[in-house]
């Protein structure tokens, strides 16, 4: 067997994912070539780099620094419960505004219909006289 | 408390339920964060990030996968774009310092590691060396490998976290390991540690 074919299974090899003939010829190579172990040893040793680094110990202060960016961000309060508590607030809003209105409304409608809604109609009603639709039309042409 | 139970807690904004979600998860997130960004620091602000963005959108959760898998995705996005945008700006600090004769950073790295003994040498680039060979992979590979080799995952489930076929796990894990034994037989024959 080649150097070339045993290096590029040797990653395999390490994780027993290889049929146990290829294991054996890789074996019976291993045994007579000092090159192919040499290069085993770098690539396991770069490997077990993975389980000696993996589940590191987190920051006894993690709770701590998560609860204070969740307490200095209002934004973080969770998406469905901004729902709950904005939505009876903006339509009890609406309503207090929608009365609010109605009685402004309400309150023009009685004292400002006489001095001045009849001024604005009337000349409307002027314009209108004074250059009738058709003449304007006739304009264009 | 099962799941619904403590995502409706989430949902209504309990702080007892978040604080189980995250004693429950967090070596889980923090561990899949490291795996792709290898620090420590960046590891837990990305963990921090994941546990917030599930706290604000715990309305959103469908119920139809476990929780940890929610989890394992939004940490995996979220670690790949940290890597990115690090990238990114690695790139135009690099632009910077040609043009403006900056202090180069492999000199402040190489500076510090003449303090150390001989046997942490070693152990560092050994590390630098794997943690490049992982950064070179691509995305999806990088994500399979991460989840079964730091993880342990079974293929399966991180075919459902993935949200590809059981053959493709296969496929990204299969040619991530060979990519990487690549990148280690180059550096062994240069003897670039
Ligand atoms: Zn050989």
């Known amino acids: 067997m080649k150097h070339e074919s045993i290096h590029k299974d040797l990653i395999f090899y390490l994780d027993n994912e290889l049929p146990e003939e290829k294991r054996t010829a890789?074996?019976?190579?291993?045994?007579?070539?000092?090159?192919?172990?040499?290069?085993?040893?770098?690539?396991?040793?770069?490997?077990?780099?993975?389980?000696?680094?993996?589940?590191?110990?987190?920051s006894p202060y993690f709770f701590a620094r998560l609860y204070a960016r969740l307490d200095e961000?209002?934004?973080?309060?969770?998406?469905?419960?901004?729902?709950?508590?904005?939505?009876?607030?903006?339509?009890?809003?609406?309503?207090?505004a929608g009365i609010y209105g109605g009685l402004r409304l309400g309150s023009n409608a009685s004292s400002g219909?006489?001095?001045?809604?009849?001024?604005?109609?009337?000349?409307?009603m002027n314009d209108f006289e004074a250059e009738p639709i058709e003449s304007f039309l006739l304009d264009e042409l | 408390m099962d799941?619904?139970?403590?995502?409706?807690?989430?949902?209504?904004?309990?702080?007892?339920?978040?604080?189980?979600?995250?004693?429950?998860?967090?070596r889980m997130v923090v561990n899949t964060c490291f795996g792709i960004v290898h620090s420590m620091a960046d590891a837990e602000d990305l963990a921090q990030d994941v546990f917030l963005e599930i706290f604000r959108t715990a309305g959103n959760f469908r119920g139809?996968?476990?929780?940890?898998?929610?989890?394992?995705?939004?940490?995996?996005?979220?670690?790949?774009?940290?890597?990115?945008?690090?990238?990114?700006?690695?790139?135009f600090q690099s632009l910077e310092e040609t043009f403006t004769g900056g202090k180069n950073r492999n000199s402040e790295i190489s500076e510090n590691r003449s303090d150390q003994p001989d046997h942490?040498?070693?152990?560092?680039?050994?590390?630098?060396?794997?943690?490049?060979?992982?950064?070179?992979?691509p995305e999806?590979?990088?994500?399979?490998?991460?989840?079964?080799?730091?993880?342990?995952?079974?293929?399966?489930q991180i075919a459902e976290i993935m949200e590809i076929s059981l053959a493709s796990v296969e496929s990204l894990i299969h040619r991530a390991k060979k990519n990487l034994q690549e990148q280690l037989l180059d550096c062994y024959k240069k003897k670039c540690v």
């Not at chain 2, 619904?4 to 339920?17: H, M, P």
Request: hydrophobic share 40%.
């Open chain 1, 73 to 96: 961000r209002p934004e973080f309060m969770p998406q469905g419960l901004w729902i709950r508590l904005a939505q009876p607030a903006f339509f009890s809003m609406l309503l207090i």
């Open chain 2, 3 to 26: 799941e619904s139970e403590l995502i409706k807690g989430i949902q209504q904004g309990d702080r007892k339920a978040f604080r189980l979600l995250v004693e429950t998860y967090q």
């Open chain 2, 140 to 156: 999806k590979q990088r994500i399979a490998f991460t989840l079964n080799k730091y993880e342990d995952l079974p293929y399966q």
């Open chain 2, 120 to 137: 942490n040498i070693t152990d560092s680039q050994r590390k630098d060396l794997l943690h490049r060979a992982i950064d070179q992979l």
């Open chain 1, 113 to 124: 219909i006489i001095n001045q809604e009849p001024a604005s109609t009337i000349q409307l």
């Open chain 2, 64 to 91: 139809d996968s476990k929780i940890s898998t929610w989890l394992y995705r939004i940490a995996t996005n979220r670690s790949l774009n940290f890597v990115r945008n690090k990238k990114r700006k690695g790139f």
């Open chain 1, 26 to 58: 890789i074996e019976n190579h291993l045994e007579g070539c000092a090159d192919c172990r040499s290069f085993l040893v770098f690539i396991k040793e770069e490997m077990q780099i993975i389980e000696k680094e993996k589940n590191p110990e987190a």
